[in-house]
């Protein structure tokens, strides 16, 4: 019996204990903002380019966030998938994808200090000379199931 | 209203996949639900949505999600509750002190791990709109739970049911079951309060007066059941009818009380009377629709939001890695260090220590709360489905080299001759086909 008692507070009860310590250790960290979700676009300026993307209606932009790492899907046509990180302080979005014939880049400010949280900035397409300027707006989180991208 | 084709398309795809990769994964002595885990990876975006991107669209429109939830969501509902029904304290008589040393070890252990791992993941893998003590919780119980199903099946596979080895990991895996769904919802509530028009104290005080009233007079109530069965000679369709609704009536409960549906249909399966006989006419009534039909599509519910393509580049690689070794670390070796320590030899306690490691089916239930209530990112969701695949994978062929490869079926050791081990309902389970 003292042999298990002994091997209950080992095991279970300084643990637990280990458990509470961290869980206050841990309340001071800070983890990057939250952008995940889905975001609505309006398109400022389109350059006159035949490799321009073309989106659906509305232009839509979903982020699916872990941590700093970011997976855009945008809705054009083809729906564009970038990977991108949040650089500089967590205030700027960077993200590109890898294919080397149709290279499309986005780099957007987060504007956090407006409710709902706002984006700008430029997405470039490799073949045309001038960006597309963009605008977003964070829309609400929907109940609907979400799939893995 | 649903796209009937398409439902009706999907459900088949699902079946035949999931039928298909799971006699194949038994054919390499995999529990068939392994196999059913990994056929829904392979529906989802991580293969099917990556050679065949037109198919899986046209297959999984994503209009088309919610329908699928619905009906995955009331096969777990189901299988919770066989779960619940699984558990018969009977098994804790003489041997209590033992499965709970082993049993809290094994949770408290990997939770302590899990905790310390969450302060690591959390700057980089989570963000400012999950509360670092949610996170932390929900890494610390996705790393303490065991399947419990999946453990009794392989020692009723084995004959193990009522060797020292069996009872002592069965009535171990019964507290830890217990205790994780306990821990769960307590950490789905506190999740769930911070954004709940009820206050929290409110809502405590309905939890607790739910679980008394569950308990005391509703068991009460259902041993009435128990009777109208005996004098019937079987189920009928009226008892079957009443005790559906007690598990819809329990889930709509623990909903609203905001601690999971899920919650409430375990439950419901564990305050039914435990007669071996009733258990088993329930359990065949129920099983085959739960799991044939219904579970699949909830594997495949989880590989369409499982995306392998989130775990990109060495970093991600790196903390999928971190999360398989700690969960793996936590449990396996705490368990087994718990059993050693509990008077065990190191063999014994090796296999209860691998058993308790297979999370399979009940990880998955687990994440996908997790993924629900926005504590988990989809990145993480991936890193954690992948470390519940590769502890499920391992309980075979890990327990084939440290116990069965070394330990004949003559020398499996009796728990205590004399003391006439009352199995309850496992002793249904070692009939039943195991899967």
């Known amino acids: 019996m003292n042999k298990l008692l002994i091997s209950y507070v080992l095991m279970t009860v300084i643990p637990l204990l280990g458990v509470l310590g961290l869980l206050q250790a841990g309340s001071r960290l800070q983890a990057p903002p939250a952008i995940g979700g889905e975001w609505a676009l309006e398109i400022t300026s389109a350059p006159a380019c035949e490799a321009a993307l073309t989106w659906q209606q509305p232009p839509a932009l979903s982020v699916s966030q872990s941590g700093r790492i970011l997976h855009l899907t945008l809705n054009d046509d083809r729906h564009t998938m970038l990977t991108g990180r949040l650089v500089e302080g967590d205030k700027v979005l960077r993200a590109g994808n890898n294919e080397q014939q149709a290279q499309i880049s986005l780099q957007v400010d987060i504007d956090r200090s407006v409710l709902p949280e706002q984006l700008k900035g430029v997405l470039s397409v490799g073949a045309c000379h001038d960006p597309q300027w963009i605008v977003g707006t964070r829309l609400p989180r929907s109940d609907t199931p979400s799939m893995g991208h | 209203m649903p796209h009937l084709p398409t439902l009706l398309l999907q459900i088949g795809v699902i079946l035949v996949v999931a039928r298909l990769v799971g006699l194949l994964f038994r054919k390499i002595h995999q529990p068939q639900v392994m196999g059913e885990m990994v056929a829904g990876i392979l529906l989802g975006p991580s293969l099917l949505g990556w050679v065949a991107p037109g198919a899986f669209a046209a297959l999984f429109p994503s209009e088309s999600l919610g329908f699928l939830s619905s009906l995955s969501q009331i096969g777990l509902l189901l299988f919770m509750f066989l779960v619940g029904l699984e558990l018969d304290p009977k098994i804790l008589k003489g041997r209590g002190q033992m499965a709970v040393v082993i049993s809290n070890a094994s949770i408290t252990i990997p939770f302590f791990l899990g905790t310390l791992l969450a302060i690591y993941l959390y700057p980089r893998l989570s963000d400012d709109g999950v509360a670092f003590t949610h996170f932390a ?238 504590v988990l990112s989809p990145a993480l969701f991936t890193m954690l489905v992948l470390m519940a695949l590769v502890t499920t994978f391992m309980t075979a062929p890990v327990l084939e080299w440290i116990y069965f490869s070394r330990v004949k079926p003559q020398e499996y050791a009796p728990l205590a001759p004399e003391a006439g081990v009352d199995m309850g309902v496992y002793e249904m389970i070692e009939g039943q086909k195991a899967e």
């Open chain 2, 137 to 374: 919780l929900f890494v610390g119980i996705a790393m303490s739970i065991t399947a419990f199903p999946v453990l009794a099946r392989i020692l009723a596979e084995r004959r193990l049911l009522r060797s020292r080895l069996g009872i002592i990991s069965i009535a171990s895996a019964a507290v830890n079951d217990v205790t994780g769904w306990v821990i769960l919802a307590a950490v789905v509530f506190l999740v769930r309060a911070s954004d709940s028009a009820l206050s929290l104290w409110v809502t405590l005080l309905g939890v607790v007066i739910y679980i008394g009233i569950m308990l005391f007079p509703v068991r009460r109530l259902l041993r009435r059941l128990e009777g109208m069965y005996e004098r019937q000679g079987g189920l009928s369709q009226d008892v079957l009818a009443i005790l559906l609704l007690f598990v819809l009536a329990s889930s709509w409960v623990t909903e609203w009380l905001g601690i999971h549906a899920l919650f409430g249909a375990f439950l419901a399966g564990a305050v039914l009377p435990k007669h071996p006989k009733f258990v088993h006419a329930l359990t065949e009534k129920l099983n085959d629709t739960a799991v044939v039909l219904l579970l699949p599509l909830f594997f495949a519910f989880t590989g369409l939001r499982t995306s392998i393509a989130l775990v990109s580049g060495a970093e991600m690689w790196f903390y999928t890695l971190l999360i398989i070794t700690v969960a793996i670390a936590g449990k396996f070796g705490g368990a087994s260090l718990a059993a050693r320590a509990s008077g065990l030899p190191w063999r014994e306690a090796g296999a209860i220590g691998i058993l308790m490691n297979t999370r399979g089916l009940m990880e998955l239930v687990l994440l996908n709360i997790g993924l629900d209530i926005g």
